[in-house]
């Protein structure tokens, strides 16, 4: 490998990297009403660049040695997705920022992408035939483009389920939920996989593949869209029952369940204390929904933690009760 090709190939990495955590910081900021813990979704992203690719490649070593073939493809890909889920599902389990299925997506994408990542160096590193290195940057592009979003896209839906798995009731629909999401995954991906070796085999024609990925991004993207649709309507159905037992004033159900509405700065005159304000509803409008999906022996415990974020709301909400002098707040 020359010093020209060499700078090139360190050069694509750096700049498939780069647009990789791009991509996962642009899903964090698309979770418009409770974003995660930044340093989660980045501790995620590690897990899936450092510790799921050696997992996965030492698990599939020792027990799929023997299998060939299509099914060793999806054996591969249950197993990347296994190992990428695991750190969604501790994050669902142990963290309290977790809410819901838009959350569980942002996690699984960060831990697929950053597989991708590993996954890109370890290819440019030991799988060049000699004498095409020169190939090297448009092969990590191609593999940015189209493999690494694969990653995300089955990983994504995987931490989506998990998401919904979160906000169920029962143990059983909580594993049913997470399964699911772990068959649908690895369907996606094996399934991507087995088509992409097809091609290279000289098997199978190669517009088929490269077609999917228009489709495949558009599942990813409605189901987004979807999730974040639902947000929507659990934040206006849950604000509007607070408002019913005149626990949060009516103003709140107009404006808190819309991103625009919420940003803008007339319906609440500090920026700071807006914001507390607007993640305190949202939260509670979260917590309240997950404690009615709880079993009667959980939602006790449960219920003291929407009971201590409506005292915070209401401490805040207070000194801005209307009043003769009070003029200047437009609550809409």
């Not at 698309?30 to 930044?38: I, K, M, S, T, V």
């Not at 989506?160 to 939920?177: D, E, M, Y």
Request: with cysteine; proline share 5%.
């Amino acid at each position: 490998m020359t010093a020209l090709i060499a700078i090139a190939t360190a050069t694509g990495l750096l700049v498939s990297t780069a647009l990789l955590v791009a991509v996962v910081l642009f899903l964090w900021w698309l979770d418009r009403y409770d974003r995660e813990p930044l340093v989660l979704v980045a501790s995620v992203f590690a897990w899936g660049a450092g510790v799921a690719p050696v997992m996965s490649v030492m698990s599939f070593s020792a027990a799929t040695a023997m299998i060939d073939g299509p099914l060793g493809t999806i054996a591969a890909a249950a197993v990347e997705e296994l190992f990428k889920a695991f750190a969604v599902v501790m994050v669902a389990r142990y963290s309290a920022e977790f809410d819901s299925p838009t959350d569980g997506l942002v996690y699984g994408t960060a831990a697929g992408l950053g597989f991708a990542c590993t996954e890109n160096l370890l290819i440019v590193l030991g799988r060049v035939p000699s004498g095409l290195e020169s190939l090297i940057p448009a092969l990590v592009l191609q593999r940015t483009l189209f493999s690494a979003g694969v990653h995300g896209l089955a990983s994504g839906i995987v931490g989506g389920f998990v998401g919904l798995a979160h906000l169920s009731r029962g143990a059983l629909i909580k594993i049913g939920w997470t399964l699911a999401g772990l068959l649908i995954g690895t369907a996606f991906h094996g399934g991507w996989n087995a088509a992409l070796l097809s091609t290279v085999s000289g098997s199978g024609e190669r517009w088929p593949v490269w077609a999917a990925m228009p489709v495949l991004y558009g599942v990813y993207v409605g189901a987004f869209c979807l999730f974040l649709r639902w947000e929507h309507g659990i934040l206006r159905d849950q604000l509007e029952q607070e408002a019913s037992l005149q626990l949060v004033p009516p103003w709140v159900v107009d404006v808190i369940p819309f991103y625009r509405r919420r940003i803008r700065s007339e319906w609440w005159p500090r920026r700071a204390e807006r914001v507390v304000l607007s993640r305190l509803l949202t939260r509670l409008a979260f917590r309240r929904y997950q404690t009615s999906r709880l079993p009667e022996d959980e939602a006790g415990l449960a219920s003291l933690e929407v009971v201590q974020l409506r005292g915070r709301v209401r401490r805040m909400l207070e000194p801005a009760a209307p009043s003769p002098d009070d003029a200047n707040v437009n609550h809409l």
